[in-house]
């Protein structure tokens, strides 16, 4: 390695094993490093600073010396956040909590810190600091927390584009309602009060997607495997910790696949992630689990051994009612044909199974008009992965490939069938046996954290009553 280096990610993990293995060459190795003063201590003739450039959990601990720096007292009092550029020498100390200190030879304050930085050396809130959400990426919690979203989100794309999927970008603004709900923000030009469809932008009413599903199935009919990851909106009115106006989906749509390999495809893909996040975020792992969930490393554990769990919904509606028999207390009923509240998510996936679960073939009266109807007339071919600690993950199903039970079920649900023409053209020209799932990324994002309140793993969270920055 060079005498001299501009180093990002000082306590990068194979870094690190390259100093201890390298040590007389790093032992006398001159670096520069530059990040954002953690804690900042002055001890008169020494001094600590502790330094992050976001690329690692870990600090780097730069020590000073007041006889080798001309302006120690203007460093020390620099104030914790301070920007800073440190050019100093590598000395290892493996006998020490850090298995490295750097002793600056130089140090330039590229920005100070006021006193009245928020984030001094306690810990604070999520609530807190979802105040200040500008700041709140500076933090332990949320370092760990988006730097394991950002592995997360390639992970996803890596393991769609090793499987040969193609990557389709679908509409933000649309014409039509996915999942037949009606909870959309509207996109309008008009002025307030006037009301002439013609007259706005696209001559008809128009709305911020809720999901890419229809859009990417038609190239699902071209391209076999196909998948979308990107924003969709709901103006639900909900304000729960699991719920927010703003947040991310992939939609995988696979062409000549039934249920099950749907959901062989989903339990992959999760596995896939969440190895490739345990090896990726190690510090970032162990800081959750100690600080946040202590059950998050047994999370990653079990998902490395066995299959998901398949359980049709009428079987997990008299599992349940068993369980209220025998003096189990649930907030909300449990009867035939009721959508399951978290609480009885959770309690199939945590206390029966231990271990994710995928819930199939629902009553067709409380999903979405394009999943496929079973030969009972009564349910329909969907599978909703459900996971410890967070409840449903993913929604999928086999789609509803025969032309005539599609329009059925459109009418049944009160949906203009102009609406949806392009959607139905897909059975009239070549429509085959197809299906997909959609998963909701901050919800994976919780199950690989431990965070339980959604707008703690999206950087600038969008909910009722709350549209900051």
Known sequence: MRKHCAVRGLMNRTYVKTLYADTKSFGDAEVTVRGWARTVRDGKNFGFIELNDGSCQKNCQVVLEREKLADYENIVHCGVGAALTVRGRILLTPEMRQPFELHAEEVIVDGTSLPSYPLQKKRHSPEFLREIAHLRPRTNLFGAVFRIRSQAAFA???????????????????????????????????????????????????????????????????????????????????????????????????????????????????????????????YEVDFLTERVCPELKDRFEALKGGEFVRLPYTEAIDILKKAIAEGKKFEYPVEWGCDLQSEHERY??????????????????????????????????????????????????????????????????????????????????????????????????????????????????????????
Not at 198 to 223: C, H, I, N, P
Not at 237 to 256: C, D, G, V, Y
Not at 350 to 373: G, S, W
Not at 392 to 418: F, N, T
């Open 156 to 282: 996803i794309h890596k393991f769609f584009n090793d499987r040969g999927f193609v990557y389709v970008h679908t509409p933000i603004i649309t014409g039509s309602d996915c999942e037949g709900a009606g909870a959309m923000f509207r996109v309008t030009t008009l002025e307030p009060g006037e009301t002439d469809l013609s007259k706005d932008f696209f001559g008809k009413r128009a709305a911020l997607t809720v999901s890419g599903q229809l859009d990417v199935e038609t190239y699902a009919m071209a391209f076999s495997n196909v998948y979308t990851f990107g924003p969709t909106f709901r103006a639900e009115n909900s304000n729960t910790a699991r719920h927010a106006a703003e947040f991310w989906m992939i939609e995988p749509e696979m062409a000549f696949c039934d249920l099950a390999g749907d959901m062989d495809v989903a339990e992959a893909m999760v596995k896939f992630v969440a190895e490739y996040v345990h090896e990726t975020c190690e």
């Open 348 to 469: 199939l996936t945590e206390t029966v199974f231990r271990k994710p679960v995928f819930l199939t073939d629902y009553p067709k009266e409380i999903k979405a008009f394009y999943m496929r109807l079973n030969d009972d007339n009564k349910t329909v071919a969907a599978a909703d992965l459900l996971v410890p600690g967070i409840g449903e993950l993913i929604g999928g199903s086999q789609r509803e490939e025969r032309l005539d039970v599609l329009e059925q079920r459109m009418k049944e649900c009160g949906l203009k069938a102009e609406d949806y023409e392009f959607y139905t053209d897909l059975r009239r020209y070549g429509g085959c046996v197809h299906s997909g799932y959609g998963l909701g990324f901050e919800r994976l994002i919780m199950y690989l954290t431990g965070v339980s309140n959604i707008r703690d793993v999206i950087p600038f969270p969008r909910t009722v009553g709350n549209l900051l920055y």
